[in-house]
């Protein structure tokens, strides 16, 4: 079962920036497609972002956090980032990664909060 390790999250006004890591060794992570997601409270998880296995490095984003949030990847390391800025009370959730499409296991996940 592969690892995943997000982190990053904290409480941030709006307005205000975060970026979240998430590690995954020993999961050939050159080769799939990661995404982030997240869940805020009594609502179903939700895809936030994705990022292609491709060279190219195709990304696509939920519309709500279009223009705000970027996904990237650092195959060296394993890790999947997402730079989220502009950062809304409605992005309050737990965050995670997950390949695209999800796996079933998942991690602990990152608690972002913005106040308002």
């Known amino acids: 079962q592969v690892q995943l390790v997000e982190s990053g999250g904290g409480l941030v006004q709006a307005g205000g920036s975060l970026r979240l890591s998430c590690v995954a060794p020993?999961?050939?992570?050159?080769?799939?497609?990661w995404a982030w997601y997240r869940q805020a409270p009594g609502k179903q998880r939700e895809l936030v972002a994705r990022?292609?296995?491709?060279?190219?490095?195709?990304?696509a984003y939920a519309d709500s956090v279009k223009g705000r949030f970027t996904i990237s990847r650092e195959n060296a390391k394993n890790t999947v980032y997402l730079q989220m800025n502009s950062l809304r009370p409605g992005d309050t959730a737990v965050y995670y990664c997950?390949?695209?499409?999800?796996?079933?296991?998942w991690g602990q996940g990152t608690q972002v909060t913005v106040s308002s």
């Open positions: 997950n390949t695209y499409p999800p796996a079933d296991y």
């Open positions: 020993g999961s050939n992570f050159s080769f799939k497609a």
């Open positions: 990022i292609s296995r491709a060279i190219v490095d195709y990304t």
